[in-house]
C-alpha cells in the first residue's frame, strides 16, 4: 500500500493509502472541515523527519526526555513542556518544539 502527504489548510498528513481517492478520504474522515491543497504519492514505503531540522540537537537525547515527560504529565502538553523545561533546563520555545515534535510523533 502506497504512502502518501497529503498538505491541508491546516495539516501536513501521511497515511498509507490504496490510491488517492483513499488518502482523500483518510483526511476528510479526519478532519472534515480541512481542504486537500496538495497530495504526493511518496516515491518509498517510508517517511523521514530530521531531528536537526526541527531544532532537535546536542549531547543528550531529548526524544527520550519528552517522551518521559509526555508520559508523566498522562499527554497533558503544557504540563509536560514544564517537566522537560525543568529537568533540562531548557527554555519555553526549545521545550514546545521538543514536546510538540514528540507529540506528532506519537510517542
Do not use: Q
Not at 502527504?5 to 495539516?11: F, G, L, M, Y
Request: with cysteine; glycine share 6%.
Amino acid at each position: 500500500m502506497p504512502l502518501f502527504e497529503v498538505e491541508t489548510d491546516a495539516h501536513i498528513i501521511i497515511t498509507w493509502a490504496g490510491g488517492e481517492e483513499d488518502a482523500k478520504k483518510v483526511v476528510k474522515d479526519a478532519y472534515p472541515t480541512d481542504d486537500v491543497l496538495r497530495l504526493t504519492k511518496r516515491p518509498r514505503d517510508t517517511w523521514v523527519i530530521s531531528k536537526s531540522a526541527l531544532g532537535l540537537s546536542g549531547p543528550t537525547d531529548p526524544c527520550s526526555v519528552a517522551r518521559d515527560c509526555l508520559s508523566k504529565a498522562a499527554g497533558d502538553k503544557v504540563h509536560a513542556i514544564r517537566l522537560y523545561m525543568h529537568e533540562t533546563g531548557s527554555d519555553l520555545s526549545d521545550a514546545r518544539k521538543v514536546i510538540e515534535s514528540n507529540m506528532v510523533m506519537g510517542w
